[in-house]
Every structure is written in structure tokens, then in C-alpha cells.
């Protein structure tokens, strides 16, 4: 594990996340700034967005932007869902929007171009990490300042993945010996695997109010200021 001073961790500065909360997704959510989610992944469509700006075919694509779009796919094959044209009575895609980029024309024509190669929904090169099929809220707070931030988390991040967004909160934040009841955190450990467990469900069958039971994370500062 490379070292920042005193702290041991990853590389921040080409750290990539692997999980994103559909809030973050929604965030995404214009042309020049435009994510999706399907099938339980996160794809990145700016660069097909820039590619076709103008085109009509780009548009049921934009009113879907920051959303995500798991109806349009058959989960089996990954391809959108197909149906029985009812004109030539062929098997065709199914697009209630509307035919988008990539999608053949119900006809056969001669000015569909169709030289793209591998249409933008198959491969990876869009994507950006997965989806959190579930997420839960933690607190982190400062013992040095007393700040304290709720922060919502894939229910699969590593606690390195969840310093990595409290970053913007603290640029020194891997400084830090992050604790949970007392016992230093493992940081390629997740939350459960901390034993810091999600009491949601419990919280919800007791008619309790969980938002005033969210676990806390503890930060003790090393005297070591690292920024990432």
C-alpha cells in the first residue's frame, strides 16, 4: 500500500470510485452533463450527446438524462426490449419515445447510416461504475473541529470509497485515524464489514424514526497534513 506521510492508502489522485447513488446519477442530468443508469451500471453519454448534438435521434435520449433506464433493456440479453412490428410483422425494437441514436429505421432506407460500429448501449465504453443497489446514511465528524456531515453511501463501499467523498469536506481527510466505537476502521473493509450495520429495516418494523440513529464515524487527526 503506497504512503502519504504517516497514512497509508490509495492514490487519490487516479483513485476511481466503483459505486454511485442514483442521486448521484440524477445529478447528470443535461447535454453537456448527461449519465444514465441501466441494469445495474452507470454510463457516462456525454460524449454520444456531444457527438450527435442537433440530431433528432438524440432526443428521447436527453428526456431520460440523469434517470435510470432499465425498462428499455431485457435484462437476458442486455439488448433493448424487441416486439413484433405490427406493419411488417418482423421482430423490432421497442422505443415508445421514439426511434433514438442507433435504432434501424422500421423501413429499410438508404440515408440510414449505419457505420457506428456497435451501437452505444452494448461494451463498456460508457461506463462508469456501478449502480448501488442500496444505500444507507453515515455521519462523520471531526474531532478536531466538531464538524460534523451525513453523508449518503453505497451499502458496498469501501470505507476508502466513502473518504473519497468526504473529501470535499476535508482535503486532509486521510490525515485522519477514522474510528467506530473505538476500534480503528479497516479502509478496504465496508461499513458491515466494520460492523457498522444498516438498522434501517429494524427501525422502520419498530415505527422508530432511523434518521435520529445514524451510526457515527470518528476522525482523529494525525498531525500529519496530507491533501489529496
Given at each position: ?9 490509495p492514490d487519490f489522485q487516479y ?214
Open positions: 500500500m503506497p504512503r502519504r506521510g504517516l497514512v497509508a492508502g483513485f476511481q470510485r466503483r459505486y454511485f447513488t442514483p442521486v448521484e446519477v440524477a445529478q447528470h442530468n443535461q447535454p453537456e452533463d448527461l449519465w444514465v443508469s441501466y441494469l445495474g451500471y452507470v454510463y457516462d453519454l456525454t460524449p454520444l450527446a456531444q457527438e450527435y448534438q442537433g440530431d433528432l435521434l438524440l432526443k428521447p435520449i436527453l428526456e431520460v438524462a440523469g434517470q435510470d433506464i432499465s425498462h428499455w433493456f431485457d435484462p437476458k440479453t442486455r439488448d433493448i426490449r424487441k416486439h413484433i412490428d405490427p406493419l411488417t410483422g418482423s421482430q423490432r425494437y421497442r422505443t415508445p419515445r421514439g426511434r433514438f441514436l442507433h435504432i434501424p429505421p422500421q423501413l429499410p432506407r438508404s440515408d440510414w447510416a449505419n457505420d457506428f460500429g456497435k451501437p452505444w448501449w452494448q461494451g463498456s465504453r460508457y461506463e462508469v461504475g456501478r449502480l448501488s443497489a442500496k444505500t444507507r446514511n453515515i455521519r462523520i465528524i471531526n474531532t478536531l473541529t466538531s464538524q460534523e456531515h451525513t453523508l449518503e453511501v453505497g451499502d458496498l463501499e469501501s470505507m476508502w470509497e466513502i473518504l473519497h467523498r468526504y473529501l470535499p469536506y476535508n482535503a486532509h481527510a486521510a490525515s485522519y485515524t477514522w474510528k467506530y466505537e473505538g476500534k480503528n476502521l479497516n479502509m478496504e473493509h465496508t461499513l458491515e464489514e466494520n460492523g457498522i450495520r444498516d438498522e434501517e429495516e429494524e427501525f422502520d418494523y419498530l415505527t422508530m424514526d432511523g434518521a435520529l440513529h445514524t451510526p457515527a464515524i470518528l476522525l482523529y487527526f494525525n498531525d500529519d497534513l496530507t491533501e489529496l
